[in-house]
């Protein structure tokens, strides 16, 4: 194990399955030292825990909590795609979506979910740009979707 797998476990965590395509596109795609994930729903063993938007049905926390899911689906399609996430020198930007009520302004406190939890696993590292969009609907009515941009130790 490395040092990032080390810090996931001292966090009570371990990295899932990688989540499988819902249509024609891959998890993660790395060029030269960076890796892009595609937007990774909150599957916990092929199943989204929740389903609604955020201030409809879900609660903003209960939405944080699934944005930390998604990171977690991320790092393990990086993970699958190079390796080893010690190699991760830098999460460089975190795109957030939320399915948010009309009325729903919270959309940056539900995507710390996701930021929170990169900063505790890679501390400095960790830190990132980041884009909390509020959207009508995501696929199979998932409350949020998150995907990064990572840039990878130079060979």
């Known amino acids: 194990m490395g040092v990032v797998d080390d810090r996931l476990a001292e966090l009570g965590l371990s990295l899932p399955e990688v989540v499988p395509p819902l249509a024609s596109y ?3 795609v790395r060029s030269d030292d960076w890796v892009w994930t595609s937007g990774q729903l909150p599957m916990v063993d092929g199943q989204l825990p929740t389903t609604g938007v955020v201030g409809g049905g879900v ?16 790092l ?16 460089v930007k ?18 710390n979910g996701a930021s929170n939890l990169l ?3 890679f501390g400095d590292a960790g830190r990132h740009a980041r884009s909390a969009v509020g959207v009508a609907a995501l696929p199979l009515g998932a409350p949020v979707e998150v995907e990064l941009l990572v840039k990878l130790r130079a060979r």
């Open 59 to 74: 609660s903003a926390e209960t939405a944080g909590e699934l944005a930390r899911i998604c990171a977690l689906n991320a």
């Open 94 to 111: 975190v795109v957030g979506f939320v399915a948010s009520a009309p009325e729903f302004t919270g959309q940056p406190s539900v995507v």
């Open 119 to 121: 900063g505790e696993v």
């Open 26 to 28: 891959v998890p993660a």
């Open 76 to 91: 393990a399609a990086i993970k699958a795609e190079v390796g080893d996430l010690d190699l991760i020198e830098r999460v």
